[in-house]
């Protein structure tokens, strides 16, 4: 849904940089989740976000990965020291409340992620 | 963990042709979701069944949802070139159920031969 934002749409980084992508909920939305794409396969879930609380990091890999969602400005995914294993499309989505069963989530157009 | 298989992983048909799409999880769930993503797009909400044994139609898609709530599917009928792309299941578990945390399958990617 073209309401949740991301940008950079197309990223490259070499091996080692850092990479920050940034994903803007759909407005009146407070929970923003995370979503990992490898080539050839279907979505990870990565992390879930309220401003300013991690609620569930539990598909976040343990070394060089960290999101926030801070009261104001965007959601960022940060990926530290980048491998070329990291490279995929990374899709944020938002929902306005959670914990209700059947709530939608709405997903941004994706920030593919390449590292050379 | 909770898995969501689904298959075939892919389907080449020709214009015209029927297409289904199956969707099985390991556990029960609260809801299915269903997603369309074009190459190179983000995946696009299709449509939500939250009732065992819900049935729901958009036009020519025809969404199902199992009696246990452990399986669903989603046919197409009389397949178009526009209904190319990867077609994907995506569950919400009920016991850990945080909104948007889905398990998603594997995506049966569908082409359209015309």
Same mark, same amino acid.
């Given at each position: 849904?073209a ?15 850092e990479?920050r992508l940034r994903c803007?909920?759909?407005k009146?939305?407070?929970h923003v989740?995370w979503?990992?794409?490898l080539?050839?396969e279907?979505l ?5 976000l309220?401003k300013?609380?991690i ?5 976040m ?5 960290? *999101?926030e969602f801070p009261?104001e400005g965007?959601?960022i995914?940060r ?5 070329r294993g990291?490279? *995929?499309?990374?899709f944020? *989505?938002s929902?306005?409340?959670?914990g209700?069963?059947?709530?939608t989530?709405?997903?941004g157009e994706?920030?593919?992620l390449?590292?050379v | 963990?909770q898995?969501?298989?689904q298959?075939?992983?892919?389907q080449h &048909?020709?214009?015209?042709?029927d297409?289904?799409?199956y969707c099985n999880s390991s556990?029960?769930l609260?809801n299915?979701?269903?997603?369309k993503?074009?190459?190179g797009?983000?995946? &696009?909400f299709?449509i ?5 044994g819900e &049935?729901?139609?958009?036009k020519r898609?025809?969404f ?5 709530k452990?399986?669903?599917?989603l ?6 070139t526009?209904d190319?792309g990867?077609?994907?299941c995506?569950?919400?578990?009920p016991?850990?159920n ?8 594997q995506?049966?990617e569908?082409s359209?031969?015309?």
């Amino acid at each position: 849904n073209a309401g949740v934002m991301q940008n950079p749409r197309h990223l490259v980084r070499r091996r080692g940089q850092e990479a920050r992508l940034r994903c803007s909920p759909m407005k009146g939305h407070s929970h923003v989740y995370w979503y990992r794409q490898l080539p050839e396969e279907g979505l990870k879930f990565m992390v879930y976000l309220q401003k300013e609380n991690i609620i569930d990091e539990s598909g976040m890999p343990k070394e060089r990965f960290s *999101a926030e969602f801070p009261k104001e400005g965007p959601s960022i995914l940060r990926i530290q020291q980048v491998v070329r294993g990291d490279s *995929a499309a990374y899709f944020c *989505a938002s929902s306005p409340r959670q914990g209700l069963s059947g709530n939608t989530i709405y997903f941004g157009e994706g920030s593919w992620l390449t590292v050379v | 963990g909770q898995q969501v298989m689904q298959i075939p992983q892919y389907q080449h &048909v020709q214009e015209g042709e029927d297409f289904t799409t199956y969707c099985n999880s390991s556990t029960t769930l609260s809801n299915i979701q269903w997603y369309k993503q074009r190459p190179g797009g983000h995946p &696009v909400f299709l449509i939500q069944l939250v009732k065992s044994g819900e &049935v729901k139609k958009q036009k020519r898609l025809t969404f199902q949802f199992g009696e246990a709530k452990k399986n669903s599917s989603l046919h197409i009928t009389a397949t178009q070139t526009t209904d190319v792309g990867t077609y994907f299941c995506a569950g919400a578990d009920p016991i850990y159920n945080q909104g948007g945390k889905l398990i998603f399958g594997q995506g049966t990617e569908l082409s359209v031969k015309p």
